[in-house]
T-cell receptor
């Protein structure tokens, strides 16, 4: 199983450009999450989804948008890239709300805004 | 805000046991205690979880205090590959999963 796959692995953007970070999972998980991790810091929740067509804000949603049209895919969109969005972005999934369900993470996308 | 408190960093010698503490004094009766670790330049990976009883798996053991206000992740014989940031988080009925800053574990050869 591939698990959670994120693309691209690295990207450099100019200020004001837009891009979409892709995340797909092949485990038929209902719940998916986007986190960002700044250097030397912990993970901050950006957005999450509990199923296709349902998304909700996390701790730091400003400057980002998400959609969930299928169970497998949960893309994260940056509309107007800003230097403050330079970070490593992780996508994760879990089967359902079950409190004993572990999260599965992708390998991350390293994004630099210059 | 994260509902757990962990030391910023810890050191341990290779091949010795490591005890990583986590305080969660406001834990509710339905909160599960989960541990993840993040190796350098990788995404977090699940380590172990528990509710009330101590738990063991191939990676580690989880010791939960009787009042559940604290827990300890135990690595029985640390190797250099165990050097990572370890996160203790609580999972409850909330759909959000919030991470704290974790404990950076250094393993000395």
């Amino acid at each position: 199983n591939a698990g959670v796959t994120q693309t691209p692995k690295f990207r450099i953007l100019k200020i004001g450009q837009s891009m979409t970070l892709q995340c797909t999972q092949d485990m038929n998980h209902n719940y998916m999450y986007w986190y960002r991790q700044d250097p030397g810091m912990g993970l901050k929740l950006i957005y999450y989804s509990v199923g296709a067509g349902i998304t909700d804000k996390g701790e730091v949603p400003n400057g980002y948008n998400v959609s969930r049209s299928t169970t497998e895919d949960f893309p994260l969109r940056l509309e107007l890239a800003a230097p403050s969005q330079t970070s490593v972005y992780f996508c994760a999934s879990t089967r359902d709300r079950g409190f004993n369900q572990p999260q599965h993470f992708g390998d991350g996308t390293r994004l630099s805004i210059l | 805000d994260a509902k757990t408190t962990q030391p910023n960093s810890m050191e341990s010698n290779e091949e010795e046991p490591v005890h990583l503490p986590c305080n969660h004094s406001t834990i509710s009766g339905t909160d599960y205690i989960h541990w993840y670790r993040q190796l350098p330049s990788q995404g977090p990976e699940y380590v172990i979880h528990g509710l009330t009883s101590n738990v063991n798996n191939r990676m580690a053991s989880l010791a939960i205090a009787e009042d559940r206000k604290s827990s300890t992740l135990i690595l029985h014989r640390a190797t250099l590959r165990d050097a990572a940031v370890y996160y203790c988080i609580l999972r409850d009925r909330d759909d959000k999963i919030i991470f704290g800053k974790g404990t950076r574990l250094h393993i000395l050869p």
